[in-house]
């Protein structure tokens, strides 16, 4: 039937794009000290208004060189130390292992962001904030460097879910609604994006397959589908302790962790791989393996401050056991032994290495 079918294409079409508002440039950086006037040219946000509500704000947004300025003047009844201003970024088409940041203000400056929002402590001290309190008014300057964003897209449009939500304690025992411009965790109704020129600005040239871009204290990653950084700019040319603080701040020690795992491999073209282990050890006591635990072993290709991904492969695992081997020969073959019997065989394919075979015993 003609209904059912123009009702089976309508399930089957993709979901419309969400409509976005451009972030605008600002003449200049503002002073941080309180006073929005430095936000004249700057993109209005406001939450929807509600009856129930004790406090209200008004919000503006704008960027220069590569920082993003958030400028909120908050109008409350009554101005506690209670009552805070939780700022939240997400960019949704970061993939999809990408979360959010999370920072809180009140009207003494930063407060530290929620344990369970995941912002790093590195992120939360790159914020800077100015604060002026007058009577029932709060306002603040919010500056959000580039690497203290959420990880955000490589090439994709750089969308972008700010989230402003204003928490009011009035007295003991009374919280009124909190007031918000999202819902659910995004914007009501258009979100923001940063314009390419603002990604430009860092000057970062991740190779094809790196989706995703991420800020660190010495430098930045680069992500694909998964989990593990891809690729790695660091400020200062990469040794392996350097690559380990980067890709793995909480790496593994091999010796510790009972594997045979060398800290450095040689390519046949004589060029260099940095080993860095990474994940949980299964094998955590005497003749005990835990099945939720995975150790990593991942060999990135070095050149100066840039390291790209080459292989990422299990080290130790209930199944396959404990790696005893890595051995990479002259023309390139690479060969991965375990204690529980399998070896498994790689060919380097110019830029990567490539599985041969499923193993053997």
């Given at each position: 039937m003609p209904g059912a079918a123009f009702a089976q294409e309508q399930e089957q079409a993709p979901p419309k794009p969400r409509p976005v508002k451009s972030v605008p440039s600002l003449s200049r950086a503002p002073k941080l000290d309180g006073k929005l006037k430095d936000f004249s040219s700057s993109l209005t946000l406001k939450p929807p208004a509600s009856v129930d509500a004790s406090a209200s704000f008004t919000a503006r947004a704008g960027w220069r060189k590569d920082t993003l300025y958030v400028g909120v003047e908050a109008t409350d009844d009554q101005l506690q130390a209670g009552d805070l201003l939780t700022l939240?970024?997400?960019?949704?088409?970061?993939?999809a292992t990408a979360t959010g940041h999370v920072f809180r203000f009140a009207f003494d400056g930063k407060r530290a962001s929620p344990p369970e929002s995941g912002t790093s402590r590195f992120a939360q001290q790159l914020v800077e904030v100015g604060v002026q309190r007058q009577d029932n008014t709060l306002a603040l300057e919010v500056a959000i460097p580039a690497r203290a964003l959420p990880r955000f897209p490589a090439e994709d449009p750089l969308v972008l879910d700010l989230c402003l939500t204003y928490e009011d304690v009035d007295a003991a025992g009374s919280k009124p609604p909190a007031v918000s411009n999202c819902?659910?965790?995004?914007?009501?109704g258009e979100a923001l994006r940063l314009p390419d020129d603002f990604r430009k600005g860092l000057k970062l040239k991740p190779p094809k397959g790196v989706i995703a871009l991420e800020g660190q204290p010495d430098g930045w990653l680069g992500y694909g589908v998964l989990h593990y950084p891809d690729w790695v700019e660091a400020d200062e040319p990469l040794t392996p302790d350097l690559l380990e603080v980067l890709v793995a701040p909480s790496t593994v020690n091999a010796a510790s962790a009972g594997v045979n795992v060398p800290e450095t491999l040689m390519l046949p073209n004589g060029k260099t791989l940095l080993v860095v282990l990474s994940g949980d050890n299964p094998y955590t006591s005497a003749g005990t393996c835990d099945s939720d635990k995975e150790l990593r072993l991942g060999l990135y290709l070095v050149k100066g401050k840039t390291a790209q991904r080459v292989l990422e492969w299990p080290a130790a695992t209930c199944a396959l056991g404990r790696?005893?081997?890595?051995?990479?020969?002259?023309e390139g073959a690479l060969s991965i032994g375990y204690s529980n019997g399998p070896t498994i065989n790689f060919a380097w394919s110019g830029d990567h290495f490539e599985r041969t075979e499923l193993g053997k015993r």
């Open positions: 939240s970024l997400f960019f949704p088409d970061a993939g819902k659910d965790g995004g914007m009501v790696a005893t081997s890595v051995v990479l020969d002259e």
